[in-house]
């Protein structure tokens, strides 16, 4: 089955720098690529997606890069804000209705 | 519209009984699954339902029953609980497949002595 890794598991960054979070898989037939912000004791949002056909995709200071061919793709969230501070997840569509999470990266943005 | 709706918020139960969590949407979605989290472990599929009278296993099903008699609900059922089940669950809907972005509800935390 589909295997989805996360890494860092933490991290910590002062306000108004960039955070990186990056995710590899292991079904190159995976083909949805969410991200999700998750706050203590809430539900899990969505915050930006991409599609395998697309190789970065981005809104506002959030951006998701793709690279299919060695089954990875990443975070980017630029000029980080305390209110970013949360766990984010990334995941993968395996089998087309399969979908696995990665373990998590708690981020936090020191003021 | 409000959204995916998850009764109860909390609940203890003594290992051996059995409960059913529930899970309403009123989007029309057609996708609904089921997940548990745990710490350090994201969410782990339970099952996934593609639509009424449809169901199917995800990555951990093992101690749990769904079934889909309606669009709107999609009932998780634990037959009889164990310690191990102890966890954070959270049920999900999505206009057509799992490759649309999910909507979730606000999850039951469930403790199981």
């Known amino acids: 089955g589909e295997n989805v890794e996360q890494h860092p598991s933490t991290l910590s960054v002062q306000e108004g720098d960039s955070a990186v979070i990056k995710c590899t898989y292991s079904d190159s037939a995976s083909n949805y690529f969410p991200w999700y912000k998750q706050e203590l004791g809430k539900r899990p949002q969505l915050i930006i997606d991409i599609r395998s056909n697309v190789g970065e995709k981005k809104d506002q200071r959030i951006a998701v890069t793709l690279n299919k061919t060695a089954k990875h793709f990443s975070l980017h969230i630029t000029e980080t804000q305390p209110e970013d501070s949360a766990v984010y997840f990334c995941a993968a569509i395996w089998n087309n209705n399969d979908m696995r999470f990665g373990a998590g990266t708690r981020l936090t943005v020191k003021p | 519209n409000a959204g995916v709706t998850q009764t109860p918020k909390f609940q203890v139960l003594k290992t051996g009984q059995s409960m059913t969590l529930q899970c309403a949407q009123d989007?029309?979605?057609?996708?609904m699954s089921w997940y548990r989290q745990d710490p350090g472990m994201g969410l782990r599929l339970i099952h996934y339902s593609v639509g009424a009278g449809i169901t199917d296993q995800g990555e951990v099903p093992n101690g749990y029953n769904v079934s889909r008699s309606t669009t709107e609900d999609f009932p998780l059922r634990l037959l009889s609980a164990a310690p191990s089940q102890t966890s954070v669950y959270f049920c999900?809907?999505?206009?057509?497949?799992?490759?649309?972005?999910?909507?979730f509800g606000d999850g039951t935390r469930l403790s199981i002595l």
């Open positions: 999900a809907s999505s206009s057509a497949h799992s490759n649309q972005p999910q909507h």
């Open positions: 989007m029309n979605h057609e996708y």
